[in-house]
Every structure is written in structure tokens, then in C-alpha cells.
């Protein structure tokens, strides 16, 4: 009898661990790869181009920020390969600058992060959808722009349910000083260096990669080095507009697999209302992270049409963190020497790529003040917040019940609990 009592309590335990509520460690190296090079192909060879084209303004000197483009892209990729193995928490650029500068930069990242740079870069990527998917039934006249909105609408929704549920003669006088805009060349970055993007992606799954100190790093350098060649060659790209339409799609699913995982960490941390560091009981993802940004998606998606604009809106912020993360790595080689780095990049590349992306976001602001401005504001709206919510945590007496309240019936709803192993 004894024995029979032993066996059924030892079945519950098994049954208990196989059932607790966690993100699990599910990706491999292949995995890994796949997901970047989804990221970094998605949509922008295909919108890019143009933008980099005009803000350039001559053939000769775009060729040459499509390599600058790529070479910066793979000097940041090997300086997120550091963090990501010198950090094993998700989160990426969020923890990152928490681990290394501290919370408020963390705190502004996320607060950007979630109010205007993902909703800004999720609209543009769907808005390449719905225009590639649309367009050639229209075909040489002008889609509607109602319909491609519709459509964009579909494949967001679509990708929101997927990580919901669980779960990739031009060339005469190419240097025309005449034509060479300098002054608008950081927006000719900006877009060059959104077609490379994605290549932090990763950073942000660090706690469900598979031994992450290997598999990040070769990750990384195994998939820019794929990707750069599909930029040095992309005449031999696929014209098929459905073929576009799901490049874009993976692009997308990528996105709303890796940023969710941000703002989960960031209420782990305390930074954000304890209902987003939440997981479904049976499906394992951070639903209530992945419902909170596709409402803001649409409302960005039918306020602007406009892809040029949302990429010089989100780019200023975006890269403004990414260097200083990248600065924080710095600092934080200087104060603490005997920190574990399985993976360290040199010193030289680690600069370069800092002091560029300092350059470039800041003389980005004259070049097109309006949208980095704006961008700019909205990142510093959030300093008051942090002080009033984190820092001191102010609210008034009646705000906090009613949070609580809403927190509860939403865990309720939604089917979410917090992890119940630490998973970092």
C-alpha cells in the first residue's frame, strides 16, 4: 500500500513538472538561423532601395551606403553576440541597457519601444504586404489604398493569432557630385540599414535558445553572412509579388515572436504592469505582451501610408538605444574585466560601430527634423513616467485598486500566470 502511494505521488510530480508554467528552451542553432535571416530579409530589399536611392542622390554613392550599410549591420550583429552571451535573460537592447546603464535608459527603451518604434516598424511591414499582395491585381493602375490597408490588416491579424497560438545606364556619372544630397544621407542609412535589420532579433529569445553561448553567436554570423550576399545580389532576388508578400510576412511573424519578450521581461522587472510578464497556462507564450501591440499597429497603420516616413520615425530611437547599448558593453568591459564573455568582440569593432551610430542619429536630426524630433519628444515623455510609476511609484491610492482589479480579471481572462521557473 505504501509502495502504491509512493508511485501515484512520484506520477503527480512528473506530471506536475511537465505542466508547469514557463517559456521553454525549444530553439536550436537551425532554428536560430532561420529566424534571423526571416527578420533581416522581410520586406526591406524590397522597400529600401528607393529610399536609400533619393536620400543619397546619386547611383554611385547609394551603391556605396548599401556596403557601409552592410558592414555596420555586421559590426553591430558581432557586438549583440557579446551581449547576448555576456546576458543570458530575453529582453535584448531592454536588458541590455538595464544590466549595463541602468533603469531609466532601460525603462525609456521599452516605453519607445511599445508606444511608437514597434508599432512604427510592424505598420511599414505590413503595409509592404498588403502593397505586394494587392498591387498586381491592379496592375498598371493604383491599388486602393482602403484595400491595402484591409489586407495589411489581415496578415497582422494572422501573425498575432500565429504567436497567440505558439509557435522566419544607371551606372555613367554613379558619382554625380551634382546630385549628391549630403545633408539627407543619414535618412539614405536609416533605410539602408532597415533592409539589413533584425540581426538583434535573437537577443530578444535568449532564455528559450538552446545553449544560447554558442548558438547565438554562430546564429548571428552564420545568417548576416547569408543575408549580406542576398544584398550584394539582389538582381538574382525573386520579383514575385506573393513571394514579397511572404518575405514580409516573416519579416512580421519575427518581429511579433521576438518584441513581446521585451516587455515581458520589463514587467518581470517591475517596469511595466505585472499582467505582461504573464504566460498562457498551456499554449507558453507571452499573450497579454503579444494583445497589447496589435491594436497599436492598427491605429499606426490607418493614421499613416506613408513607409518612408514611419522608417525616418522609428529609425532615430531605435538606433539612438542600439548604440547605447552597445556604449553600455563598453563601460560595463571597463568596470567589470572579469565578467564571463563567451563570445567577445574586438574592441575596435565595438567602437566603430558605437561612435557611427552616435553620428548618424544625430546629424539625422537635421536632415529631417519633424520626424526625429517627434521621435525624440516622445522618447523623453517617458522620463516622468518612469518617475512617477517606478522610481517612486505615485499613483493615487484609487488608481492602484483599480489596476489590481483590472490585472486580476484579465489573468482570468486571458488564461495567463506568472512562470513558476526561473528561466534565467
Known amino acids: 500500500m505504501d509502495v502504491t502511494q509512493v508511485k501515484k505521488e512520484d506520477d503527480k510530480k512528473e506530471k506536475t513538472e511537465e505542466e508547469v508554467v514557463h517559456l521553454r528552451r525549444e530553439i536550436g542553432l537551425l532554428p536560430a538561423v532561420c529566424f534571423i535571416i526571416g527578420t533581416v530579409v522581410g520586406s526591406g530589399i524590397f522597400i529600401a532601395p528607393k529610399g536609400v536611392l533619393i536620400n543619397s542622390g546619386s547611383v554611385g554613392l547609394s551603391l556605396l551606403v548599401w556596403a557601409l550599410c552592410g558592414v555596420l549591420s555586421l559590426f553591430g550583429a558581432l557586438c549583440y553576440a557579446e551581449l547576448g552571451t555576456s546576458f543570458t535573460k530575453s529582453g535584448g537592447h531592454y ?142 532576388a525573386s520579383v514575385i509579388p506573393f ?34 510578464s504573464m504566460i498562457h497556462i498551456r499554449r507558453h507564450t507571452p499573450l497579454p505582451a503579444v494583445l497589447l501591440l496589435y491594436p497599436m499597429v492598427v491605429v499606426v497603420m490607418l493614421m499613416t501610408g506613408e513607409i518612408y516616413q514611419l522608417i525616418n520615425f522609428a529609425s532615430f530611437s ?47 536630426l537635421y536632415s529631417d527634423p519633424w520626424n526625429t524630433g517627434i521621435s525624440c519628444a516622445l522618447t523623453l515623455t517617458g522620463v516622468p513616467v518612469y518617475y512617477l510609476t517606478v522610481y517612486r511609484y505615485r499613483l493615487p491610492h484609487s488608481w492602484r485598486c483599480f489596476f489590481d ?20
Open 95 to 236: 536588458t541590455y541597457l538595464l544590466e549595463t546603464l541602468g533603469p531609466l535608459p532601460a525603462f525609456l527603451r521599452l516605453w519607445a519601444e511599445f508606444f511608437f518604434i514597434r508599432p512604427s516598424v510592424a505598420s511599414y511591414v505590413s503595409l509592404a504586404f498588403g502593397r505586394y499582395v494587392v498591387e498586381p491585381f491592379y496592375a498598371p493602375c493604383d491599388a486602393p489604398t482602403v484595400l491595402i490597408k484591409l489586407v495589411s490588416i489581415l496578415g497582422l491579424t494572422f501573425v498575432v493569432a500565429v504567436n497567440c497560438w505558439r509557435k522566419t545606364e544607371n551606372f555613367q556619372n554613379g558619382f554625380e557630385v551634382e546630385s549628391i544630397t549630403l545633408d539627407r544621407l543619414p535618412l539614405a542609412f536609416y533605410n539602408g540599414l532597415y533592409a539589413y535589420g533584425g540581426w538583434f532579433y535573437l537577443n530578444f529569445v535568449t532564455e528559450e535558445v538552446i545553449n544560447p553561448n554558442r548558438n547565438i553567436p554562430l546564429a548571428i554570423i552564420c545568417s548576416m553572412v547569408m543575408t549580406f550576399a542576398n544584398r550584394a545580389l539582389q538582381g538574382m
Open 243 to 276: 513571394l514579397v508578400a511572404l518575405s514580409c510576412l516573416g519579416a512580421l511573424n519575427g518581429g511579433f515572436f521576438g518584441a513581446p519578450r521585451m516587455l515581458f521581461v520589463g514587467a518581470r522587472e517591475g517596469h511595466w504592469p505585472p499582467i505582461f
Open 318 to 364: 531605435r538606433w539612438f538605444f542600439i548604440a547605447l547599448a552597445t556604449l553600455g558593453m563598453l563601460i560595463h568591459r571597463y568596470r567589470f574585466p572579469l565578467h564571463p564573455r563567451p563570445f567577445k568582440v574586438p574592441l575596435v569593432i565595438a567602437v566603430t560601430f558605437t561612435v557611427v551610430c552616435f553620428f548618424i542619429v544625430g546629424l539625422s
Open 405 to 424: 482589479y483590472l490585472s486580476k480579471q484579465l489573468q482570468i481572462l486571458l488564461e495567463v500566470s506568472q512562470q513558476e521557473v526561473r528561466t534565467y
